[in-house]
């Protein structure tokens, strides 16, 4: 579980709820099922107009993804790929097969099990570089999803406020209630700003970090894949794949 995630929306919800509290409101005036409906509702419909039904299903999924994400650790990536190198070059590259069953990247199973049948270099750089392609268009679908609903949240915000308020403007006979149907009629813009701000856009932000983050795994690993095949040494495979992690980390990880 990703823990910046879920601190980042408690803390955005609690320091609205402490706002409320703090300036003498009350918990029951920010109610209101009909704003909710609105809000909720019309970002779904815009959304389900602008991507095809399956993409929207996915939209859990990918939900999801930003709260339990995972990606693996760049310096143990590079570790395994020169533990293989290692065998490779000790042993040859068909002495792989028996580490395959070890390897549980998926990525690197494909580049390692192409590698041991022989595949010619640029047919498995191109296999390799299209599963990369496939997974960062399946990753910009998801973020568009979380950046549609986060636009069409507020504009559905203000469709509600510009309905209360004809609402209430249609029926001025008793001036007390003035005060409280733009109150409710301002609910729509607060829920569609709050929508937008607190969920959508930063679950997007996230799922575009994460997206470079796994990216950024895959070219490695193709990188050492491909150097592997090549019979490049070891050593030389290890600097040229601690190119990709920052100075610090790498210092760090040669003290340890």
Known sequence: MDIATVVGVVVAIALILASIVVGGGSFVAFIDAPSMMVVIGGAIAATLISFPLPNFLGIFGVSMKVVFWKLDS?????????????????DGLLALESRVSEVENDFIKLGIQM????????VMEDILRTEIDAVATRH??????????????PAFGMIGTL????IMLGDMSDPSKIGAGMAVALLTTLYGAIASNVVFLPFAEKLGYTNKQELLA???V???IMAIQAGENPRVIEQKLYTF?????????EAA
């Open 74 to 90: 760049v310096p143990e990536l590079i570790k395994q790929i020169v533990n293989l190198a290692e065998t490779a070059r000790k």
């Open 115 to 122: 590698a041991i049948d022989g595949t010619r270099p640029e």
């Open 140 to 153: 910009r679908d998801g973020k568009a999803l979380l950046d549609c609903m986060g636009r069409f949240a």
């Open 163 to 166: 309905m209360g308020l004809i």
């Open 218 to 220: 895959m070219d490695i």
């Open 222 to 224: 193709l990188r050492g």
């Open 245 to 253: 992690v920052p100075p610090k980390a790498r210092v760090a990880e």
